[in-house]
């Protein structure tokens, strides 16, 4: 049977970074606890099309959908808390906004009227707010609005909103996330950040429903009641949302603060009597109450930036509770990676992760590390430019092929282990011409990844340009590398694996994209196992000296 969503809003004031992502993922998990079908969408205030071409350093991590679309990072949250997985459909930007309405301009659409932002480009906004409800799959719609409340950019966005509020009743709902912070020299939580926030929106037509304040100290009554009275909701619908260890808290933390059972309330639904989260709450006492633990190294040229490999640091804490370890991630700059001091960087981690990235930077480093692990026994996962780099290094030392390369790098080497395919040599346009969304991959029953996933085909997401080029291919397995996963439609490489080593795997894929709380990925589950049983036995080693 079809179902008729109900539309949230989740939108932020006083400050960006509160954490609307988590508090919209956390949010959707508790009303899948319900019994209730959710999914999340991002509609983000920039102007690009979508973060495909945005530097790391401005957006970090692009994130990328089954079906292939470059979307924000916290698309990774929402299918990491819920498991469900997102579209093109769940990340809309004012870029792509502004190109629909122009192209339908163009093609004659609007009959010769003045084009406006009201009602054209709001009428197009709701469309993408609504395209998902119309699926008929979910009970909520849970909508994050990027930036904050007041912004110049955000203006379009918060009109929608009033609009669907007026049109839809209680089938729409605005949760606003706003800041209660502490000030030290007075010793006291200031309530006029978030009034004047809820101030800002009011202004815009938009009465928040359901008011969460991100905070360090809890609050008491006497301040939720301020807050409810200044900001005309009632204190059931002020949520204390306080600093919480790990982002897997926050949803047994909102659950606390029946954060559901408001947003229930508000959108006149009935209120199912179980809210099932046995199993998160299963994880979260694993991550927090760990049998052991292991250091990995992350070796990239974007580790002083926070979020240019998000979902890798999560796929690497998924991997570490189903281990019951806990998992230390030191970060080692590609760039600073010598053959004099590799020794020193790496001899103390229990696994190391070459990461992912585009261009020539640091990459010469990340080779000097791969081949240190590959001779010395070390577990290693290498993830796109990662498992490139590894193909490089075995070209260059193990074939003797000296100047092999890239050419992407160096499109003048001798031996392109690494290249274009065909079909992407003639393309100029930079967004969204990579092989990107989901691929099939076929494993050979041989190796190591067919052992971690438990079967013979595959599908795995993808964002890059160039490929492993097939006339080494020989070459590889002749000399100790099995390629161990096969695109069977494009006879393209898509996993190596070094016979002579306890866990050496490159994929061309970004298993971290789909790895989540309830199905951790089995890449990092095994890569995880196998650094706690490097350290295990270095330790033993140690004992026998």
């Given at each position: 049977?079809?179902?008729?969503?109900?539309?949230i809003f989740?939108?932020?004031?006083?400050?960006?970074?509160?954490?609307?992502?988590?508090?919209?993922?956390?949010?959707?998990?508790?009303?899948?606890?319900?019994g209730?079908?959710v999914?999340?969408?991002?509609?983000?205030?920039?102007?690009?099309?979508?973060p495909?071409?945005?530097?790391?350093?401005?957006?970090?991590?692009?994130?990328v959908?089954?079906?292939?679309?470059?979307?924000?990072?916290?698309?990774?949250?929402y299918?990491?808390?819920?498991?469900?997985?997102t579209?093109?459909?769940?990340n809309?930007?004012?870029?792509?906004?502004y190109q629909?309405?122009?192209?339908?301009?163009r093609?004659?659409?609007?009959?010769?009227t003045?084009?406006?932002?009201i009602?054209?480009?709001?009428?197009?906004?709701?469309?993408?707010?609504?395209?998902?409800?119309?699926?008929g799959?979910?009970?909520y719609?849970?909508?994050?609005?990027g930036?904050t409340v007041?912004d110049?950019?955000?203006?379009?966005?918060i009109?929608?909103?009033?609009?669907?509020?007026?049109?839809?009743?209680?089938n729409?709902a605005v949760v606003h996330?706003?800041?209660v912070?502490f000030?030290?020299?007075?010793?006291?939580?200031?309530?006029?950040?978030?009034?004047?926030?809820?101030?800002?929106?009011?202004?815009?037509?938009v009465?928040?429903?359901?008011?969460?304040?991100?905070?360090?100290?809890?609050?008491?009554?006497g301040?939720?009641?301020?807050i409810?009275?200044?900001?005309n909701?009632?204190?059931d619908?002020?949520?204390?949302?306080i600093?919480?260890?790990?982002i897997?808290?926050?949803?047994?933390?909102?659950r606390?603060?029946?954060?559901?059972i408001?947003?229930?309330?508000?959108?006149?639904?009935?209120?199912?009597?179980?809210?099932?989260?046995?199993?998160w709450?299963?994880?979260?006492?694993?991550?927090k109450?760990?049998?052991d633990?292991?250091?990995?190294?992350?070796?990239?040229k974007?580790?002083?930036?926070?979020?240019?490999y998000?979902?890798?640091?999560?796929?690497i804490i998924?991997?570490?509770?189903?281990?019951?370890?806990?998992?230390?991630v030191?970060?080692?700059?590609s760039?600073?990676?010598?053959d004099?001091?590799?020794?020193k960087?790496l001899s103390?981690?229990?696994?190391?992760?070459?990461?992912?990235?585009?261009?020539?930077?640091?990459?010469?480093?990340?080779?000097?590390?791969?081949?240190?692990?590959?001779e010395?026994?070390?577990?290693?996962?290498?993830?796109?430019?990662?498992m490139q780099?590894?193909c490089?290094?075995?070209?260059r030392?193990?074939?003797?092929l000296?100047?092999?390369?890239?050419?992407?790098?160096?499109?003048?080497?001798?031996?392109?282990?690494i290249d274009?395919?065909?079909?992407?040599?003639?393309?100029?346009?930079?967004?969204?011409?990579?092989?990107?969304?989901?691929?099939n991959?076929?494993?050979d029953?041989?190796?190591?990844?067919?052992?971690?996933?438990?079967?013979e085909?595959?599908?795995?997401?993808?964002?890059?340009?160039?490929?492993?080029?097939?006339?080494y291919?020989?070459?590889?397995q002749?000399?100790?590398?099995?390629?161990a996963?096969?695109?069977?439609?494009?006879?393209?490489?898509?996993i190596?694996?070094?016979?002579?080593?306890?866990?050496?795997?490159?994929v061309?894929?970004?298993?971290?994209?789909?790895?989540t709380v309830?199905?951790?990925?089995?890449?990092f589950?095994?890569?995880?196992?196998?650094?706690?049983e490097?350290k295990?036995?270095?330790?033993?080693f140690?004992?026998?000296q």
């Open positions: 049977m079809n179902k008729t969503a109900k539309y989740v939108t932020g004031g006083v400050t960006s970074s509160l954490g609307k992502g988590i508090i919209s993922a956390s949010l959707a998990k508790l009303l899948q606890g319900r209730f079908s999914t999340i969408q991002k509609l983000d205030p920039y102007i690009n099309v979508d495909g071409t945005l530097n790391p350093y401005e957006h970090g991590e692009c994130y959908t089954e079906d292939g679309a470059e979307t924000d990072l916290d698309l990774g949250h299918e990491r808390f819920s498991n469900t997985p579209s093109q459909a769940n809309v930007t004012t870029g792509r906004i629909n309405v122009i192209s339908k301009e093609k004659g659409e609007y009959l010769g003045t084009v406006q932002v009602p054209h480009i709001t009428d197009e906004i709701k469309r993408s707010v609504k395209l998902l409800g119309q699926t799959q979910y009970d719609v849970i909508t994050e609005i930036g007041g110049i950019e955000s203006f379009p966005f009109e929608t909103v009033r609009q669907m509020k007026w049109e839809m009743g209680s729409c996330l706003t800041l912070p000030l030290k020299a007075a010793g006291e939580l200031k309530t006029k950040p978030t009034q004047h926030s809820v101030k800002t929106l009011l202004e815009q037509g009465q928040p429903d359901i008011i969460v304040c991100r905070t360090e100290k809890h609050l008491n009554e301040i939720k009641r301020k409810a009275q200044f900001c909701v009632s204190t619908a002020v949520i204390e949302s600093d919480a260890q790990t897997y808290e926050v949803p047994l933390l909102m606390d603060e029946k954060l559901d408001a947003l229930l309330n508000s959108t006149n639904t009935p209120i199912p009597a179980i809210l099932d989260l046995v199993n709450e299963r994880f979260v006492n694993r991550l109450n760990p049998k633990e292991v250091t990995i190294g992350l070796v990239g974007y580790v002083e930036l926070k979020d240019a998000k979902s890798i640091n999560e796929g998924h991997g570490g509770v189903e281990n019951e370890s806990k998992v230390n030191k970060l080692i700059h760039e600073l990676i010598t004099e001091n590799v020794a960087k103390d981690l229990d696994g190391i992760l070459v990461a992912p990235g585009f261009g020539g930077r640091g990459i010469e480093g990340k080779i000097i590390a791969i081949r240190y692990v590959r010395n026994k070390i577990p290693f996962l290498g993830i796109c430019l990662g780099c590894a490089i290094e075995f070209t030392n193990v074939l003797g000296k100047g092999a390369h890239s050419t992407e790098i160096d499109p003048k080497t001798p031996y392109p282990v274009l395919m065909e079909d992407q040599k003639k393309i100029k346009n930079m967004g969204g011409t990579m092989r990107l969304g989901a691929y991959c076929k494993l029953p041989e190796s190591i990844c067919y052992s971690e996933y438990q079967k085909f595959i599908s795995e997401r993808h964002r890059h340009r160039f490929e492993f080029n097939n006339e291919r020989d070459r590889f002749e000399n100790g590398m099995r390629l996963g096969i695109n069977p439609e494009k006879d393209l490489v898509e190596i694996e070094l016979k002579d080593h306890p866990w050496f795997i490159g061309q894929f970004h298993p971290e994209y789909k790895s309830k199905e951790p990925h089995p890449l589950v095994g890569f995880i196992r196998a650094a706690l490097h295990h036995a270095r330790e033993l140690q004992m026998a």
